[in-house]
T-cell receptor, first 115, second 112 residues
Framework: AQKVTQAQTEISVVEKEDVTLDCVYE???????LFWYKQPPSGELVFLIRRNSFDEQNEISGRYSWNFQKSTSSFNFTITASQVVDSAVYFCALSEEGGSYIPTFGRGTSLIVHP | EADIYQTPRYLVIGTGKKITLECSQT?????MYWYQQDPGMELHLIHYSYGVNSTEKGDLSSESTVSRIRTEHFPLTLESARPSHTSQYLC???????????FGNGTRLTVT
């Protein structure tokens, strides 16, 4: 079974729209970490954020915000006022104590922002 | 400025050839990983290492081997390439087990 589910394969928006990328995870551990990475067309994955299981505080960084909810096992990512440069594939990942903290990635969501 | 380097960036080879994909990092990270990324985007872990002389297989059996003789170097070898090995190979490193991964630019391999 998928430990990290990104149900949205592809999302297409027009510039300045807000967009939310969903991530649902599955773990039995009490200690785990969640991550978001961005993979632009150039191919290199870039780290965006890490959250540990003991910190449910939401975070905002510029136009990016993350909503971590343990009750629904979700760690969603919202881009406000999207821009063409946001076009990329976004991956959610989980590293858990029971998995020796080896990161498991979701299948990714391709975001296309049209001008 | 990249701190983790993969070469070659692109490679086209014939079936049956032996190839080595290179990965080096200058950050002194103990943990290194190889992922295979298929055209559907999903990343599959194929090998990882916790330090020098430590290597483990991941979830995906890719008929490849790795070595970790030096901290900074983690090459991946395919003894006999097949068309099914056509994919993108991503190398990554981290300093601690729960730290974010630093990725290289990847090697896009095509086996004809």
């Amino acid at each position: 079974a998928q430990k990290v589910t990104q149900a949205q394969t592809e999302i297409s928006v027009v510039e300045k729209e807000d967009v939310t990328l969903d991530c649902v995870y599955e773990t039995r551990d009490t200690t785990y970490y969640l991550f978001w990475y961005k993979q632009p067309p150039s191919g290199e994955l870039v780290f965006l954020i890490r959250r540990n299981s003991f910190d449910e505080q939401n975070e905002i960084s510029g136009r990016y915000s993350w909503n971590f909810q343990k009750s629904t096992s979700s760690f969603n990512f919202t881009i406000t006022a999207s821009q063409v440069v946001d076009s990329a594939v976004y991956f959610c990942a989980l590293s858990e104590e029971g998995g020796s903290y080896i990161p498991t990635f979701g299948r990714g969501t391709s975001l296309i922002v049209h001008p | 400025e990249a701190d983790i380097y993969q070469t070659p960036r692109y490679l086209v080879i014939g079936t049956g050839k032996k190839i080595t994909l290179e990965c080096s990092q200058t950050m002194g990270h103990d943990k290194m990983y190889w992922y295979q990324q298929d055209p559907g985007m999903e990343l599959h872990l194929i090998h990882y290492s916790y330090g020098v002389n430590s290597t483990e297989k991941g979830d995906l059996s890719s008929e490849s081997t790795v070595s970790r003789i030096r901290t900074e170097h983690f090459p991946l070898t395919l003894e006999s390439a097949r068309p099914s090995h056509t994919s993108q190979y991503l190398c990554a490193s981290s300093d601690h087990l729960n730290s974010p991964l630093h990725f290289g630019n990847g090697t896009r391999l095509t086996v004809t």
